[in-house]
Structure formats: C-alpha cells, structure tokens
C-alpha cells in the first residue's frame, strides 16, 4: 500500500511569492492534514481538510490556505511569501469515518525555503 | 487547551541500556496520546498510540508507554536501545472534540552511543 506522497521535495521561492505544495493521501482516506515544522517552533496544525471541506485550522495568517480535490488530494498555497515560512511542510492522511483517536499517516514533507 | 511537555530536548544512551522518554500532558479531558519517530530528511512514524482501552500500550519495534492518571505522564520506553533508534521522538495528544488537530511536544533527540 502506497503512503502518503508530496510534491515537491524542496522549493525555493523569494520573498513575496506564493508557493504551492502538493499531497496525495493513501488511499481510501478522507481526511489530510497540514502541519509546518519551522525550526525553533516545532510541529504546529495548520489544516484540515475532510470531504472537500475545510474542517478546522491553525493559528496561521490568511495566507495560508488549501484546497482539498474529488480524488482527496490536497494542496497548500502559501501567499506573499516571508522569510519565516521557511520550514518542512507535512501532510498527513487518516481514514473515512475516523475520529480523534485515529493514526495520522504523514508523509515525507516538503522543505520550502524562502530567500 | 491541551498540551504535551517533553522534558529533555537531547537524552544519550549507551546501545544496550534503557531508553526512557518523558511526556506530561495537560488535558481537561480524557486525552488521547501518541508517540511519532522522525529519522532525518523524513515523515513522522506512529511507535503507538493510548485511546483510553488500556494504560500500558506496546508500539512497533520493541518500544512501550504507560499512561499514568496521577501523574498525567506518558514515558516512552525500550529496554534495550539499538543504534537504530537514534531519531527525534514526539509526543502528541488529539483533541477529543471535533477538531482532530494534533498537539505536538517539542521533541526529543535521542542518541545511541557505540
């Protein structure tokens, strides 16, 4: 069974920028997850997504946003880019029907840098 | 708000001896806990997760935890360290309600010396 993918592996993007990363859950899952891992500041929430819906977020700025597709990929756009969003970005997947005790499976992130 | 401490950002072990990773939580709620490994340049591993059916919950390669009421702590144990177990450890407690976020500690390095 395929885990959870992302795209890209790394991005380099300047300042003022927007970024766009991409995740695609295993199959059969609803639900995806974002989290940043920024150093200094740890894993934090940022999103989730269930059945197309934006179900709950983060304490992030606007300019983070996502969508979730029919097929329950997911993406996170990152506007007008700062420095301080250099990070791993992690997304994670868990199954239909699932509650709070459900297994997060993340995948392998994507590292974006901002210059 | 709930919330996880990990005492000890780096713990070094000696391959052979126990491993012991502290986690203490704050929850007005019954929590629900989880453990995650991270080895470099990848994703978050479950080692085991506690959802209220028994305190003392066994994970993948050899490691444990106890959930412990009193004194809202739940270590992370093996008890014999391997070189491969040199990785960050997390500990995370879900929010019990409808917001499904994870809550995650600052994490532990551990170090396996030869």
């Known amino acids: 069974e395929a885990g959870v993918t992302q795209s890209p592996t790394h991005l380099i993007k300047t300042r003022g920028q927007q970024a766009t990363l991409r995740c695609s859950p295993i199959?059969?899952?609803?639900?995806v997850y974002w989290y940043q891992q920024a150093l200094g500041l740890g894993l934090q929430f940022l999103l989730w997504y269930d059945e197309g819906e934006e179900r709950n977020r983060g304490n992030f700025p606007p300019r983070f946003s996502g969508r979730q597709f029919p097929n329950y990929s997911s993406e996170l756009n990152v506007n007008a880019l700062e420095l301080e969003d250099s990070a791993l970005y992690l997304c994670?997947?868990?199954?239909?029907?699932?509650?709070?005790?459900?297994?997060?499976?993340f995948g392998p992130g994507t590292r974006l840098t901002v210059l | 708000a709930q919330s996880v401490t990990q005492l000890g950002s780096h713990v070094s072990v000696s391959e052979g001896a126990l491993v012991l990773l502290r986690c203490n939580y704050s929850s007005s709620v019954p929590p629900y806990l989880f453990w995650y490994v991270q080895y470099p340049n990848q994703g978050l591993q479950l080692l085991l997760k506690y959802t209220s059916a028994a305190t003392l919950v066994k994970g993948i390669n050899g490691f444990e935890a106890e959930f412990k009421k009193s004194e809202t702590s739940f270590h992370l144990t093996k008890p014999s360290a391997h070189m491969s177990d040199a990785a960050e450890y997390f500990c995370a407690v879900s929010d019990s309600g409808s917001a499904r976020q994870l809550t995650f500690g600052s994490g532990t390095q551990l170090t396996v010396l030869p």
């Open positions: 199959s059969g899952h609803t639900s």
């Open positions: 994670a997947s868990s199954p239909i029907g699932g509650g709070a005790t459900d297994t997060q499976y």
